[in-house]
């Protein structure tokens, strides 16, 4: 095979590359030219994510993209973790039809590139009506985060349980919950309506690793939080408290961390905090214990979603981040929705995204997602 068609086979095939992709395509800019007709060339110029697959056909190249294709690793997998068929084909959807089958960077690669097909002047003038105190400067800002923005429904997070499953590899969760957090970040990080509504995000970030995104959530975010939803306020204040190692007004919150609160998962999240807040392993052990024999009858949750306990993965790396005596006390090697492969990939991790860049598909949003940086539209949204 020739080598310019594997390279191109292992993009479609979802394996990240380790050279950007302006870089390689100018590097190999003659030997393409030679080796694809003129159509050909400009369309894996111009639109690559649409174009290999069609050149590889072409090539006879056979493509068979990663984890797409492997049903007996999932077969295993299902086995071993006793996964219900229903998740199992809810896995199988996502690997095929929603991109599950694409790492980090293709995957933003091909969300960047559909974006291009709207027409930013028709949503440009949407956007000026409906939004009058925004300049125009903020305005194409906000259009240019637009494409991660779309996304962030949750679709990170399902697209990393489906590939956790489907190929065996604890760290894929690990990696797109990161991204789910960051975006959500990106859409959330300041707003004001509901903030209490945040703290989700963040045990989320915690769950995968990622203090990063969960301590930029605290330090764009409100505290103490005065307004919103009374139960929701008060586990909000709790976690933002902790991370701001402010342990003397986490104290303040136990007697009313302490009173019976329904449903009955709230207070197992409850239960942890207060054994973060008065140094019990005991309790911390107790509330997460609790967090996962609930966390299947969370009537909101999606059926994927109930697959792993992630709040109680955050809960135990919240707590585990205060003092490591603190989840002494607590049996990791239980099975699902306890998820002990990924608890073992997050005590070796100290940085889910640290060989990922998105620099050659897109500055603006490698700055926000990987770097962090607060968006200049930001400014101009309603506090």
């Known amino acids: 095979m020739h080598s310019l068609l594997a390279d191109l086979k292992a993009l479609a095939e979802g394996y990240e590359s380790a050279e950007p992709w302006e870089t390689w395509f100018a590097r190999n800019n003659q030997s393409l030219a030679s080796l694809l007709n003129r159509g050909d060339y400009l369309r894996l110029k111009l639109r690559r994510a649409e174009a290999i697959p069609d ?47 694409l790492g980090i960077a293709p995957c933003f690669e091909k969300l960047i590139e559909a974006d291009k097909r709207v027409d930013n002047s028709v949503r440009f003038n949407n956007l000026a009506g409906a939004l009058p105190t925004w300049s125009a400067e903020h305005i194409r800002a906000y259009i240019a985060d637009m494409p991660v923005m779309l996304d962030s429904s949750g679709e990170w997070f399902f697209r990393g349980i489906a590939r ?18 960051r975006v959500n970040w990106l859409m959330w990080g300041n707003k004001r309506v509901e903030e209490d509504s945040n703290v989700s995000y963040v045990l989320s970030a915690l769950a995968a690793k990622d203090f990063s995104a969960a301590l930029r959530f605290v330090e764009t975010g409100t505290f103490p939080l005065i307004e919103g939803d009374p139960a929701r306020k008060l586990i909000y204040n709790s976690v933002y408290a902790i991370l701001k190692k402010d342990f003397e007004y986490l104290k303040s919150l136990v007697p009313a961390l302490s009173k019976r609160s329904s449903p009955a998962w709230r207070g197992a999240i409850h239960s942890c905090l207060i054994g973060i807040a ?63 492969d990924f608890q073992k990939w997050a005590r070796q991790c100290d940085a889910p995204l640290k060989d990922i860049s998105l620099a050659h598909i897109a500055p603006n949003i490698h700055e926000a997602i990987i770097e962090l940086r607060i968006p200049s539209w930001w400014d101009a949204r309603p506090q």
Not at 73 to 91: G, P
Not at 164 to 181: K, P, T
């Open 55 to 101: 050149i590889l056909k072409k090539f006879d190249v056979v493509c068979v993209p990663r984890a797409r294709f492997d049903a007996e690793l999932l077969r295993s997998t299902a086995h071993r973790m006793k996964l219900s068929k229903e998740e199992q084909s809810e896995i199988v959807n996502i690997m095929q039809n929603k991109d599950g089958y």
């Open 164 to 181: 956790r499953f489907a190929l065996g590899d604890a760290a894929e969760l690990g990696r797109f919950a990161s991204i789910q957090a």
């Open 278 to 340: 008065q140094q019990s392993p005991d309790l911390v052990a107790e509330g997460i214990q609790k967090s996962l024999k609930l966390h299947r009858r969370i009537l909101s949750l999606s059926v994927l979603t109930k697959t792993i306990g992630f709040w109680a993965h955050g809960l135990f790396e919240l707590a585990r981040w205060v003092s490591p005596d603190l989840v002494s006390q607590f049996n990791v090697e239980q099975p699902l929705p306890w998820d002990a």
